[in-house]
């Protein structure tokens, strides 16, 4: 029993330390999520690869972005986030994924409004 609780501490902290998060704004208690996406690439050996995800809102009465969180899923910091334009106090966002040499493009995009 103590060995299982030794091990789900250890996983918790490395889980903890290969993710990295990119935060843009504060989430609020009466936001709501506007969008939840993955954005993936595969991985060519030697080339650093590049993705852009635009958010846009068809409706008239958008809501305004508060927060924008994007979440690495690979391992070791395989890929770093930019807020490329737009953004919280704006309707829509375009932000810049890039990986390291090699790797892939594995995360989460959660954008928050009101």
Known sequence: MRYFF????????????????????????????????KVTNGATFGLAKT?????????????????????DRSSKYDSTAELVSGGPGSKGCTIKIKSKRGKKIKSRVEIWGR
Do not use: P
């Open 51 to 71: 993705k852009k995800y635009v958010f846009q809102q068809k409706k008239t009465d958008a809501s305004t972005i508060t927060a924008i969180k994007v979440t």
């Open 6 to 37: 030794v091990l789900s501490i250890i996983l918790t902290i490395v889980l903890c330390v290969y993710t990295a998060e990119y935060n843009w704004g504060e989430k609020g208690s009466k936001d709501k999520l506007l969008a939840k996406d």
